[in-house]
């Protein structure tokens, strides 16, 4: 069966992770899908809305991106009429991106999607051993990186 983790990779984390991110990426993408935006372009915008104005580089960093790729995200955004680019009056060099009305109003509406999935997804775990697995990941991703 498709569901089954094959025995000889059973006790495998990086197999199980990634086979976890792609079955909750699959659940995730009709779910936001009436929004216009996918996982990543929904993160973009969750960073950009949670605070003080971010550079493009500055939420390239956050989100663990390269200059490339943010580029690529802000621009596919921007086409969509959710962000809008604006020369920051600190460094002219540098743009700020912010959300428009539009990109906040489809913010809420795919967080509330994803949230949604989320719960669903995690919910054979059921809502205690969800909440500690969430947390036992964040422990994990803010552990210094083995050498």
Same mark, same amino acid.
Request: aromatic fraction near 2%.
């Given at each position: ?18 086979? $976890? ?40 960093? #956050? ?29 002219? #060099? ?15 509406? $795919?967080?509330?999607?994803? $949230? ?12 205690? $051993? ?14 210094? #990186?083995?050498?």
């Amino acid at each position: 069966m498709a569901n089954e983790v094959p025995d000889e990779l059973a006790d495998r984390l990086g197999y199980l992770l990634k086979h $976890a991110q792609q079955r909750l990426a699959q659940a995730a993408a009709p779910a936001m899908a009436p929004f216009g935006v996918d996982g990543r372009e929904l993160a973009v915008l969750t960073v950009l809305a949670a605070g003080a104005p971010l550079s493009q580089q500055e939420a390239a960093h #956050r989100l663990g991106v390269d200059r490339t790729t943010m580029v690529a995200l802000v621009d596919g955004l921007e086409a969509k009429g959710l962000v809008e680019r604006q020369r920051s009056e600190q460094d002219r #060099r540098m743009n700020i991106v912010r959300l428009t009305p539009a990109g906040k109003d489809c913010l809420r509406g $795919a967080e509330q999607a994803r $949230a949604d999935v989320e719960r669903e997804f995690l919910a054979p775990l059921g809502e205690r $051993a969800a909440g500690e697995f969430v947390r036992a990941l964040r422990r994990l991703l803010a552990a210094p #990186r083995a050498s």
